[in-house]
C-alpha cells in the first residue's frame, strides 16, 4: 500500500516551513514508508515548490499543487460570495478560524477562473505534476442551515432553473416545513441519502450537479495540462449536504482522497459535521445515531466501492488536545481496515510537518 503526504506550507502570503524542513521530514517518512505523492500548498512563494520538487522527482515521487477552489481563493483573487435561500450572505464559522471558511458561489464564472488565474499567475512554473482541489463544494452545518440552503443568488437561481428547481418554491417549503423539510426515508451511510420532500431532494440533487459541473470544468483544464488531478470530498455519509455526488465528481478524477476522520473535533470531521447536522435539526426524522466508531470507517470505506478512480482515504496523523486527539492504535485500525479493502492507498493528513514522530513510526511497524 502507498501513502499520500499532506504538507500545508502556509497561507498564500506567508511560510509555514522553509524547503529545507519539508524535504527533511519527507526524506525521514519515505525512508520508512512508501510515499506515492506528496500534496502542498498553498503559499505562494515558487521556491519552495522547485526545490522540493527536484527533491522529490529524484525520489520518484509525484508533487502535486494543494489548490483551494470555493473558499480561501477570494483572498488573492476574485470572487463572488455565496449567499443562502433568503438572500442572506453565508456566515464564516465562528472564530479565529472563521473566516478561511466563508465560501463562493459555485456558479460563478469568475470563480471559476480565478482558480486557473490563480495557477497561472503563482505556481504554473513550478514543476507539480498535478492539483489537488480542496474546498469543491458549498458550506456546510458550520454556518447553521444557510450553509446548505446555499447559494441562492442571480447565476445560482438561473442555474437551478435550468434543472427544473424554483428555489422560491424550495424556500418556501422550508419555512413551511421547518426541520420536517430534512426528513429522510434512509440512513444514508453511503451518501445516498433520500429525502422525502421531493422538492427537497431536487434542491439538493440540482446543486450536486452545478457544483460537479464547476469541477470537472477545473478538472478538464488541468488535465490538459497533462497533470494528475485529485479531489479532497467529505465522507460519503456527510458529503451530500455540501453538494459532493461522488458518481458526479469521480468520473474525471484521477484520485479521491475521503476525509474519514473520525477523530477530527473541527469542519470535515465526520462526527463534528454529524453533531452540527443534529444540533440545527432536532426534529428531523430519520437521522439515527452515527455507528460506533469501528463500524462507522467500516460503512464508509464500504460506500467506496464502486469509485470509478483512485481512492486514497484520508487519516489524520496529527494530533491536538482540543481539535485531533490521535494516537498510535487509532492511526494503526485506520491503516489496517484501508488495507483490507485493497485501496490503492491512504492520505496521512492533514500536515506531516506537525505530525508527531511517533506516530510515522508507529505507521512503519503496522
Known amino acids: 500500500m502507498k501513502y499520500i503526504l499532506q504538507v500545508f506550507s502556509g497561507p498564500w502570503n506567508r511560510a509555514n516551513w522553509q524547503a529545507e524542513e ?11 514508508i512508501p510515499v506515492d505523492k506528496v500534496i502542498i500548498g498553498w503559499y505562494t512563494d515558487p521556491s519552495v515548490y522547485r526545490e522540493t520538487g527536484e527533491f522529490l522527482h529524484a525520489s520518484g515521487i509525484q508533487m502535486l499543487l494543494w489548490l483551494p477552489v470555493f473558499a480561501e481563493i477570494g483572498e488573492i483573487a476574485g470572487q463572488d460570495e455565496a449567499v443562502d435561500l433568503f438572500g442572506r450572505e453565508v456566515p464564516a464559522p465562528a472564530g479565529d478560524e472563521g473566516a478561511r471558511f466563508r465560501f463562493g458561489c459555485f456558479s460563478s464564472r469568475r470563480n471559476v477562473q480565478s482558480v486557473k488565474d490563480v495557477f497561472e499567475k503563482y505556481f504554473s512554473g513550478c514543476g507539480f505534476d498535478g492539483v489537488f482541489l480542496d474546498r469543491v463544494r458549498s458550506q456546510s452545518f458550520t454556518s447553521g442551515i444557510s450553509g446548505v440552503l446555499s447559494c441562492g443568488c442571480e447565476r445560482c437561481r438561473k442555474a437551478f432553473t435550468e434543472r427544473g428547481v424554483d428555489l422560491d418554491a ?5 419555512e413551511e416545513k421547518g426541520d420536517a423539510f430534512f426528513d429522510t426515508a434512509s440512513f444514508p451511510m453511503n451518501g445516498e441519502f433520500r429525502l422525502k420532500e421531493t422538492p427537497a431532494r431536487r ?9 460537479a459541473d464547476a469541477a470537472n470544468e477545473i478538472i478538464r483544464y488541468f488535465k490538459d495540462k497533462g497533470m494528475i488531478v485529485g479531489l479532497d470530498l467529505f465522507a460519503p455519509a456527510i458529503s451530500r449536504f455540501v453538494g459532493q455526488n461522488y458518481a458526479l465528481l469521480t468520473k474525471n478524477a484521477d484520485f479521491i482522497k475521503p476525509m474519514l476522520y473520525r477523530r477530527t473535533d473541527a469542519p470535515a470531521g465526520i462526527g463534528y459535521e454529524y453533531s452540527l447536522m443534529k444540533k440545527c435539526l432536532p426534529d428531523a426524522k430519520g437521522w439515527d445515531p452515527l455507528p460506533a466508531d469501528r463500524e462507522l470507517l467500516e460503512t464508509q470505506l464500504e460506500a467506496l466501492r464502486n469509485v470509478p478512480c483512485g481512492r486514497y482515504p484520508g487519516i489524520e496523523i496529527n494530533y491536538d488536545e482540543q481539535l485531533v486527539q490521535t494516537d498510535e492504535g487509532y492511526i494503526a485500525e485506520s491503516i489496517a481496515a484501508i488495507r483490507g479493502f485493497g485501496y490503492e492507498g ?8 506537525r505530525a508527531p514522530r511517533r506516530f510515522l513510526r508507529a505507521i512503519k511497524d503496522i
Open 346 to 353: 491512504a492520505a496521512l493528513c492533514w500536515d506531516v510537518m
Open 22 to 32: 519539508i524535504i527533511r521530514t519527507i526524506r525521514e517518512t519515505a525512508s520508512r
Open 203 to 211: 434542491f439538493f440533487e440540482a446543486k450536486d450537479e452545478i457544483i
Open 170 to 174: 424550495v424556500r418556501k417549503l422550508y
